[in-house]
Structure formats: C-alpha cells, structure tokens
C-alpha cells in the first residue's frame, strides 16, 4: 500500500482514558482512540513516504486518526487495506494512501491537507472527529475543521466520502446530539456520500475490540471495510471510469 507518511508515532498508545473511563465508554462507544500522551509530531519533509509507483493516478486516501491507521494490527489488516483488497478484487488498480494517525483531531487533519494533496487525489474518505468529541472539543470547532476540509478535497478534485462518529452517554445529551449532527449536515450541506457511523457494529463490542475496548481488532477492521464498502464502492467505480476517459489505465 502507498503512503504519505512515515508516522514514527503510530505504534504509541492513542489514549490517555483510564480504565474506569473506558468502562463507562465501551457500552455505545468502544471507539475513538482518544489523544496520546504526547501531542503529534509536525509533518516534515522527511515524513513524506517515496512517491506512488503511478503518480499520474488519483489516489484514494483515507484520512483519519488511529481507528484508521489500525492501531495495534499489521498494516494490512487496517480497513484501508482491507478496501484496496477489494477493489484489486474488482480491477480497480487506483492507489491507495493510509493516512490515519493515532490521535488525531480534525484540526490535525486539516493541518496535514498540504503533505497529501501533493500527490493526485481521486477520492478522499474523511473519518475524523472521534478524539474532538472524546475531548470535548466545541462542536462548531470540530464542524469548521470538518467543513474546511471537504472543501479543500473538493477544490483540489477529489470526491469526498464522509465517515461519522458517535460519543458514549457520558458525554451529555446536548452535546452528543450536536456533535453526532454535524456529519449529516455536512453532507447534506456538501452533497458528499455519508457512512452514518464508523464503528456500526464493532463499537461496545468486546471481542471485537482490543483489551484497550477501544482499537478494533482484526475482525472488527473487518466489519467496519464491510460497512464502508456499499458507499465507498460506486465513488470508487466512478474515479475510476472517469479517469479511463483520460486514457490513463486504472482498471484490469
């Protein structure tokens, strides 16, 4: 798999919750790897990965925090992964981009478009916000970092998927409720496809998560692909499709 980034940091532990934190979490949100003990280091020009072997085709880069980078698992058996699989499966010889990094925020995120838009950009699969809401970010914060890099996806070619996030009860009604709307109103409001939650069906679920009860395990990587796939998929055939009318070769 290609990727932008040597993230020296990915093997650090995305969490600073405690055990008793992490038992009132796991019950609707066994999720999203909350911040590391050391803030993440700044990209640098060395932490820029060689380039694709196909720079002349629009990569698929998934972007997102330690859920995505597959915290505690072999590089393949992250989700990103697991999707470029599939999509070998199916002819589609796009490249693809891990860019998910422990602990990152969306402000993070929106911070690292520069270092991945310089390469092509096909279509770009947005799950961020999981640490904003563990940390209690204020949501139109997390919703204008959020906002701003559908636009910058937008403006720079890519077609933009959208993965939303939930907060476990603890977090209060009011802002559990605005945090979890952001995601379909930003894709209402940017007309981009909406994955309504990540972690359908991995997240409160003990074996399918680490003994953290946080990182999904390799099944639970599995699930969410199984998840992403129905929305990803025609995005995915329709990057490709356009880019053979340019003549480029993306399908077998």
């Not at 894709?187 to 399918?208: K, S």
């Not at 129905?230 to 993306?250: N, S």
Request: net charge neutral.
């Amino acid at each position: 798999m290609s990727s932008l980034f040597v993230l020296s940091y990915r093997r650090r532990l995305a969490s600073t919750v405690t055990r008793a934190a992490v038992a009132l979490v796991a019950p609707l949100l066994a999720a999203a790897c909350s911040p590391p003990s050391q803030p993440p280091e700044p990209q640098t020009a060395e932490a820029v990965a060689a380039p694709s072997p196909r720079p002349d085709l629009p990569a698929v880069v998934f972007l997102g925090d330690s859920l995505t980078a597959g915290y505690g698992l072999a590089e393949e058996q992250a989700f990103p992964a697991l999707l470029e699989a599939r999509m070998r499966e199916e002819g589609l010889d796009l490249p693809v981009v891990n860019a998910g990094v422990s602990g990152d925020t969306t402000a993070g995120g929106l911070s690292r478009l520069d270092w991945i838009f310089r390469q092509r950009v096909g279509v770009l699969v947005v799950a961020l916000g999981a640490n904003d809401g563990l940390r209690g970010v204020p949501v139109a914060e997390t919703r204008r970092n959020l906002a701003q890099i559908i636009e910058r996806g937008k403006s720079a070619g890519a077609r933009v998927v959208l993965a939303g996030m939930k907060l476990p009860v603890n977090y209060g009604p009011q802002y559990r409720s605005e945090f979890e709307a952001i995601y379909p109103e930003l894709a209402r409001q940017y007309d981009v496809p909406l994955v309504p939650f990540l972690l359908e069906g991995v997240g409160g679920v003990a074996r399918l998560n680490q003994a953290d009860g946080i990182h999904p395990t390799a099944e639970g990587q599995r699930i969410i692909a199984d998840h992403l796939w129905p929305v990803l998929a025609p995005v995915l055939r329709e990057t490709a499709k356009q880019t053979e009318a340019t003549g480029l070769t993306t399908v077998r």
